[in-house]
Every structure is written in C-alpha cells, then in structure tokens.
C-alpha cells in the first residue's frame, strides 16, 4: 500500500514537473522579448527613426490579457501604432495594476525615459 501510494504521489510529481518547465519557458521567452522590444524602441528613439520619438504602451488588461503596443510619436494618444503584442495567458503583468496602463515614452538622441 505504501509503493502504490509513492507511485501515484511520484506520478503527480512528474505530471506537473513539465507543466512549470513549461510554464517557466514561456515566462522567459515573453520577458526575453519584452527587453527586446525595449531595446529596439530605445534604438529607434536615439537614431530619431522617423523623426520620432519611440515608445512602449503597457496595458494590465482586468480580464487578464495583457498585452503592449510599441508606436512613434510624442505620446501614445496622438503615436502611431507599430505593432501589438499579447502576453501568454500565463504571464502578466504586475505593474501597471490590473485595469490601468503606463506609456513608457523614450527621448530622441539620449534615449533617457
């Protein structure tokens, strides 16, 4: 009764060992490219490509899908909008709060935020 039971808990051990790998693996590669999103704004901000200013629209979603848009332009309301990113289910946002939304804007030629 003993080895039965170590092998059901040892078998709900295994099952949830590759579910947090996996978990953990999309954590990384969002934040990976997150940080390269960041860079490319900055990059683009400092070369003023486009003549613009750069920036990174950060929205906690309150239904949970979280998701960032990188645009151009003095700010997000009057930017344009380059492309949309949508985080994975697992993964979102702990600041901004859920509901709300930060502009993460980058100064032309110094890249100062």
Do not use: C
Not at 32 to 44: G, H, I, K, P, S
Not at 90 to 109: A, E, L, M, R
Request: glycine content about 10%; overall charge negative; hydrophobic content about 40%.
């Amino acid at each position: 009764m003993i080895i039965g039971i170590s092998v059901i808990i040892g078998s709900i051990g295994a099952l949830s060992i590759p579910s947090t790998l996996k978990d953990r693996k999309t954590f990384e590669l969002a934040a990976t490219e997150l940080m390269a999103n960041f860079y490319d704004v900055q990059q683009r901000s400092m070369s003023q490509d486009l003549g613009q200013q750069w920036g990174i629209h950060l929205v906690a979603d309150a239904g949970g899908n979280d998701f960032y848009q990188v645009f151009y332009g003095k700010d997000y309301a009057s930017g344009t909008i380059v492309k949309i990113i949508t985080l994975p289910s697992t993964v979102q946002f702990v600041s901004p709060d859920p509901g709300n939304f930060v502009d993460i804007i980058f100064d032309k030629v110094t890249g100062y935020t």
